[in-house]
Protein backbone atom coordinates (compact mmCIF):
# COMPACT_ATOMS: atom_id res chain seq x y z
CA UNK A 1 0.00 0.00 0.00
CA UNK A 2 1.49 3.44 -0.52
CA UNK A 3 0.53 6.83 1.32
CA UNK A 4 2.22 9.41 0.18
CA UNK A 5 1.56 13.35 -0.35
CA UNK A 6 3.82 15.99 -1.48
CA UNK A 7 2.40 19.47 -1.73
CA UNK A 8 3.64 22.93 -2.14
CA UNK A 9 1.41 26.06 -1.74
CA UNK A 10 1.03 29.23 0.49
CA UNK A 11 -0.15 28.82 4.26
CA UNK A 12 -3.50 30.93 4.99
CA UNK A 13 -2.94 31.99 8.66
CA UNK A 14 0.20 31.69 11.16
CA UNK A 15 0.84 27.90 12.24
CA UNK A 16 -1.05 26.87 15.57
CA UNK A 17 1.81 25.33 18.09
CA UNK A 18 0.28 22.81 21.01
CA UNK A 19 1.50 20.59 23.56
CA UNK A 20 -0.86 16.96 23.80
CA UNK A 21 -1.43 16.53 27.53
CA UNK A 22 0.99 13.85 27.20
CA UNK A 23 3.37 16.99 26.24
CA UNK A 24 3.97 16.31 22.90
CA UNK A 25 4.11 19.39 20.52
CA UNK A 26 2.01 19.80 17.34
CA UNK A 27 1.54 21.84 14.44
CA UNK A 28 -1.62 22.65 12.58
CA UNK A 29 -1.88 24.85 9.72
CA UNK A 30 -3.82 25.07 6.69
CA UNK A 31 -2.09 25.61 3.04
CA UNK A 32 -4.29 27.08 -0.56
CA UNK A 33 -2.63 24.70 -3.22
CA UNK A 34 -3.31 26.10 -6.43
CA UNK A 35 -4.90 23.43 -9.14
CA UNK A 36 -2.73 23.16 -12.29
CA UNK A 37 -5.86 23.05 -14.59
CA UNK A 38 -7.72 26.40 -15.29
CA UNK A 39 -10.56 26.41 -17.68
CA UNK A 40 -10.34 28.89 -20.05
CA UNK A 41 -12.70 32.46 -18.95
CA UNK A 42 -12.35 31.21 -15.40
CA UNK A 43 -10.01 32.11 -12.52
CA UNK A 44 -7.47 29.43 -10.88
CA UNK A 45 -9.29 27.27 -7.99
CA UNK A 46 -7.30 26.48 -5.21
CA UNK A 47 -7.75 23.65 -2.94
CA UNK A 48 -7.59 24.23 1.41
CA UNK A 49 -5.74 21.63 3.11
CA UNK A 50 -5.29 21.15 6.53
CA UNK A 51 -1.98 19.93 7.62
CA UNK A 52 -0.69 18.67 11.27
CA UNK A 53 3.38 18.12 12.48
CA UNK A 54 4.16 16.68 15.22
CA UNK A 55 7.32 17.61 18.00
CA UNK A 56 10.29 18.73 15.67
CA UNK A 57 9.03 19.38 12.16
CA UNK A 58 5.76 21.00 13.83
CA UNK A 59 8.70 23.07 16.24
CA UNK A 60 10.35 23.80 12.75
CA UNK A 61 7.29 25.26 10.90
CA UNK A 62 5.79 27.44 13.70
CA UNK A 63 8.84 29.04 13.87
CA UNK A 64 10.09 29.95 10.49
CA UNK A 65 6.55 29.69 8.60
CA UNK A 66 3.92 32.60 8.78
CA UNK A 67 0.61 33.68 7.09
CA UNK A 68 1.11 33.79 3.21
CA UNK A 69 4.89 31.66 2.91
CA UNK A 70 5.32 29.24 0.43
CA UNK A 71 6.03 25.46 2.23
CA UNK A 72 6.64 22.21 0.45
CA UNK A 73 5.37 19.38 2.75
CA UNK A 74 5.59 15.85 2.22
CA UNK A 75 3.89 13.18 4.07
CA UNK A 76 0.99 11.10 4.58
CA UNK A 77 -3.40 11.56 4.45
CA UNK A 78 -4.95 10.62 7.77
CA UNK A 79 -8.35 10.62 8.57
CA UNK A 80 -9.65 10.98 12.25
CA UNK A 81 -13.81 10.57 13.30
CA UNK A 82 -15.14 13.09 15.09
CA UNK A 83 -18.77 14.56 16.94
CA UNK A 84 -19.42 17.79 15.95
CA UNK A 85 -21.12 20.65 17.85
CA UNK A 86 -24.24 19.48 16.74
CA UNK A 87 -23.91 15.54 17.65
CA UNK A 88 -23.35 15.06 13.62
CA UNK A 89 -20.49 11.93 13.17
CA UNK A 90 -17.85 13.75 10.94
CA UNK A 91 -14.73 12.98 9.07
CA UNK A 92 -11.63 14.91 9.13
CA UNK A 93 -9.15 14.16 6.24
CA UNK A 94 -5.39 15.90 7.12
CA UNK A 95 -1.78 15.46 5.87
CA UNK A 96 0.40 14.26 8.12
CA UNK A 97 3.51 16.43 7.44
CA UNK A 98 6.75 14.35 7.83
CA UNK A 99 8.61 16.92 6.01
CA UNK A 100 8.33 20.46 5.52
CA UNK A 101 10.84 23.07 2.99
CA UNK A 102 11.26 26.23 2.28
CA UNK A 103 9.97 27.70 -1.37
CA UNK A 104 10.50 30.49 -3.21
CA UNK A 105 13.05 33.71 -2.70
CA UNK A 106 13.56 35.69 0.68
CA UNK A 107 11.57 38.00 -1.41
CA UNK A 108 8.45 36.14 -1.12
CA UNK A 109 8.58 35.76 2.69
CA UNK A 110 8.90 39.52 3.26
CA UNK A 111 12.42 39.85 4.35
CA UNK A 112 13.71 41.91 1.46
CA UNK A 113 17.34 42.50 1.29
CA UNK A 114 18.95 45.87 -0.09
CA UNK A 115 19.73 45.37 -3.49
CA UNK A 116 23.10 44.48 -4.28
CA UNK A 117 25.48 47.51 -6.42
CA UNK A 118 26.02 46.33 -10.18
CA UNK A 119 29.60 44.33 -10.46
CA UNK A 120 32.07 45.70 -13.34
CA UNK A 121 33.33 43.72 -15.53
CA UNK A 122 36.54 42.61 -15.73
CA UNK A 123 38.71 44.22 -18.40
CA UNK A 124 39.92 42.04 -21.02
CA UNK A 125 42.29 42.73 -23.69
CA UNK A 126 42.17 40.94 -27.39
CA UNK A 127 45.16 38.67 -28.29
CA UNK A 128 46.76 39.39 -31.36
CA UNK A 129 46.33 36.62 -33.96
CA UNK A 130 49.65 35.64 -34.14
CA UNK A 131 49.32 34.97 -30.71
CA UNK A 132 47.61 31.02 -31.64
CA UNK A 133 49.34 28.33 -33.36
CA UNK A 134 47.04 26.21 -36.12
CA UNK A 135 46.98 23.06 -35.42
CA UNK A 136 47.62 20.64 -38.71
CA UNK A 137 48.28 16.66 -36.83
CA UNK A 138 44.81 15.53 -36.27
CA UNK A 139 46.76 12.38 -34.49
CA UNK A 140 48.37 14.40 -30.92
CA UNK A 141 44.61 15.80 -30.46
CA UNK A 142 43.22 14.41 -27.17
CA UNK A 143 39.76 13.63 -28.66
Keep these: MINSV ?10 ELRTTTTGKSVCT ?12 GEQRQADFITCV ?4 T ?3 ISRYFTKGSM ?3 AGSIQTRNYED ?14 EASFTGSKA ?4 QAAP ?3 AQAPAYQSAATNDFEEITDDEDLPF
Design 85 to 98: KNGQKRTAFEVNVR
Design 71 to 73: IAV
Design 108 to 111: DSGT
Design 6 to 15: VLMGRLVADP
Design 58 to 60: GNF
Design 116 to 118: AAP
Design 29 to 40: FRIAVDRSYVRQ
Design 53 to 56: AWEQ
